[in-house]
């Protein structure tokens, strides 16, 4: 069957330091791939997407590897702050009818400690 | 830019009637708008697909009479939860795409939500 694994055990980091989630996925074949950030009580918002066909991608202080091979991203956020506390969400994108739809991992979630 | 409102944001209804609840994006047009579900501690569920002007496609396991979806403008996209039951209770979230955003159009804009309660 189809998953997408993210860690369900909370990151607890010290401020400054860089944050490292991963998402892993199995039986997808996924065009790109999505980081999205989630508030409590909110909607997810974009955050950075990678093709198949990238690396890595950076947006400052974020930073995103995707390795097809091993089936995994990696989402850095570098210099962390107090305000990147949040769910963390990889989304893989599923083409298909025309449109682009997605399928969202639980999340991770991060705590940056002041 | 790119903003997405949802009406209401929280409503509590009795077992057995419908909800209707509305998702708008505000400054760009949506050719294409998403529902999901989310439950406390689990990952949103696409519930449908819906292009403005046509029916909706619903993902498996969603029923489709009991989740009615009208995307009658570019702006505007309904869901309306019919003979709602406790178990409907939930998180419910739009999502739109700008279909002519170029590059950008893989990008999803969330709107905030909407909690439903079914007592």
């Known amino acids: 069957s189809q998953k997408i694994e993210q860690n369900s055990e909370a990151l607890n980091i010290q401020e400054g330091k860089t944050a490292t989630l991963t998402c892993n996925y199995t039986n997808y074949s996924p065009a790109y791939l999505q980081w999205y950030r989630q508030d409590p009580g909110r909607g997810p918002v974009f955050l950075l997407l990678i093709r198949e066909n990238e690396k890595e991608k950076r947006k400052e202080r974020l930073k995103v590897t995707f390795d097809t091979t091993l089936k995994q991203s990696l989402f850095h956020i570098t210099a962390s702050q107090p305000a990147d506390s949040a769910t963390y969400l990889c989304?893989?994108?599923?083409?298909?009818?025309?449109?682009?739809?997605?399928?969202f991992g639980k999340g991770n979630q991060v705590v940056v400690i002041p | 830019g790119a903003v997405v409102s949802q009406h209401p944001s929280w409503v509590i209804c009795k077992s057995g009637t419908s909800v209707k609840i509305e998702c708008r994006s505000l400054d760009f047009q949506a050719t294409t708008m998403f529902w999901y579900r989310q439950f406390p501690k689990q990952s949103l569920m696409l519930m449908a697909t819906s292009n403005e002007g046509s029916k909706a496609t619903y993902e498996q396991g969603v029923e489709k009479d009991k989740f009615l979806i009208n995307h009658a403008s570019l702006t505007l996209s309904t869901l309306t939860v019919t003979s709602a039951h406790p178990e409907d209770s939930s998180f419910y979230i739009c999502?739109?795409?700008?279909?002519?955003?170029?590059?950008?159009?893989?990008?999803?804009?969330f709107g905030p939500g909407t909690r439903l309660t079914v007592t």
């Open positions: 999502s739109a795409v700008d279909g002519l955003a170029g590059e950008s159009a893989y990008e999803q804009y």
């Open positions: 989304a893989l994108a599923r083409p298909s009818y025309g449109n682009n739809r997605l399928a």
